[in-house]
């Protein structure tokens, strides 16, 4: 009876009460760290005092950033035996939940959460993620229960604390033959459809003849993955829905949609600086200090995630930092000489946009950058496509005023459908 009642709290708390004094509970936060974390023990605390880390840098000292001392070996071995298994039920002792991300930075991974943890992620869940009429439903003992569908590589004891009498949470193994999955789906009938981008789009694709099968649906969902501009348009073409938006990675809940579409960043237990990537401060990567999670110390922890801010505050009234976009990965940032022959970047959402420009349709490609050299795969490549997509990458870079790279063209080859979908990739940046 604990859990339900510490999850309705968490509930309540984030959807209806506004935090309150988040500097104090960083301060608070910050002395509970250089007390209590080894790792830390003789710094400051003060936010300065503590040293930017990677991820990298992260994993080499596993151990001592996690309060029960778990080795980066323990947990991967558990984690992997998960994976192989299929089976995400065992833990730790202490009730220890061990996830393994899916590499959309360029290696897997791992992350610990405790029972408070997944408490507290269930309720923000909930309380962010649920329109007005799902809570409704949700509320009334009258009315079914809320079903939810989950599509992800990999399932989580984490992600299961959402079941209970009154939320059906079915989950959809994305290892498993996509057409199976898609049949389950049309059974189930669900309320809420939680994917990655990519998916949510081939599930609109194959369910365009009969998308009357789920009419029940009331929220669709992105996740793990960047939401293009035309893969939400084609989900919300075939499903006559919005699609929201949960920013989530291995660090925890970052943030999510608010009803007028804008990203809305979790301040209410993350301390986030930005480091400014371009002099106009257009785009910026994250520092985070989680001055929540219990299980796991993230200090001034640096995402490769690439955010743009929004312009003026939000409709909604929140005055938390918003987004117009999680444009993506730094891996996904695309390189090309100056006049200087300095490496400059291509972001991400101006190469979207170039391609999307052209008159023919492209709905997959992937572009990875091998050094000088850019490989392209299109998987509805015609000598026409190909011109036309050679002609839109030259104008964008001559505009930029860079010298554009050596384009291949190569056959498509489809992604195994556990990855994550990476339509850009920089796999080795220029010297």
Not at 34 to 51: I, N, S, T
Not at 96 to 116: C, D, K, N, Q, Y
Not at 189 to 210: K, Y
Request: glycine share 4%; with cysteine; hydrophobic share 35%.
């Amino acid at each position: 009876m604990i859990e339900p009642l510490h999850i309705l709290w968490h509930f309540v708390r984030t959807r209806w009460l506004p935090s309150r004094c988040p500097h104090l509970k960083l301060r608070r936060f910050l002395e509970e760290t250089v007390r209590e974390c080894r790792h830390y023990q003789g710094l400051k605390p003060e936010l300065e005092a503590f040293p930017i880390v990677s991820k990298r840098d992260y994993l080499s000292h596993f151990a001592p950033l996690n309060r029960h001392g778990i080795t980066l070996e323990e947990a991967t071995s558990v984690a992997l035996r998960a994976e192989k298994e299929r089976d995400f039920k065992p833990q730790l002792p202490k009730g220890i939940t061990i996830g393994l991300s899916s590499g959309t930075s360029g290696a897997r991974h791992v992350f610990l959460v405790g029972p408070e943890d997944r408490c507290r992620w269930a309720g923000q869940m909930l309380a962010r993620m649920l329109s007005t009429r799902s809570l409704q439903q949700l509320a009334n003992p009258f009315r079914a229960a809320l079903r939810i569908a989950f599509f992800l590589r990999a399932n989580s004891n984490l992600y299961t604390t959402l079941r209970s009498r009154r939320v059906q949470f079915s989950y959809y193994d994305l290892t498993r033959p996509f057409a199976s999955l898609l049949d389950e789906l049309t059974k189930q009938q669900p309320h809420i459809l939680v994917a990655p981008a990519t998916v949510l789009a081939e599930i609109a694709r194959q369910s365009q003849s009969h998308s009357a099968a789920f009419s029940d649906l009331q929220q669709i969902i992105s996740v793990a993955e960047v939401l293009d501009s035309r893969d939400r348009s084609l989900i919300e073409e075939a499903f006559h829905l919005p699609v929201e938006q949960i920013y989530q990675a291995t660090e925890g809940f970052l943030g999510a949609t608010c009803r007028h579409g804008r990203i809305h960043l979790n301040e209410d237990d993350l301390h986030i600086e930005k480091q400014w990537l371009d002099e106009r401060r257009d785009r910026f990567e994250p520092v985070i200090t989680d001055f929540s999670r219990r299980t796991q110390w993230f200090v001034r922890h640096r995402l490769t995630d690439i955010l743009r801010p929004a312009k003026g505050p939000c409709p909604c009234g929140s005055t938390t930092t918003s987004l117009d976009s999680i444009e993506g990965r730094a891996e996904e940032v695309l390189w090309c000489r100056d006049a200087a022959g300095k490496p400059q970047p291509v972001f991400p959402d101006v190469l979207r946009q170039a391609l999307y420009s052209i008159p023919q349709a492209l709905d997959l490609y992937r572009i990875e950058q091998h050094g000088e050299e850019w490989r392209i795969h299109l998987r509805d490549s015609t000598p026409v496509i190909e011109t036309a997509v050679r002609d839109a990458l030259t104008r964008i870079i001559h505009g930029l005023k860079l010298s554009p790279p050596i384009l291949r063209f190569l056959p498509w080859t489809d992604q195994p459908p556990e990855e994550k979908q990476k339509r850009l990739r920089c796999i080795t940046p220029l010297s």
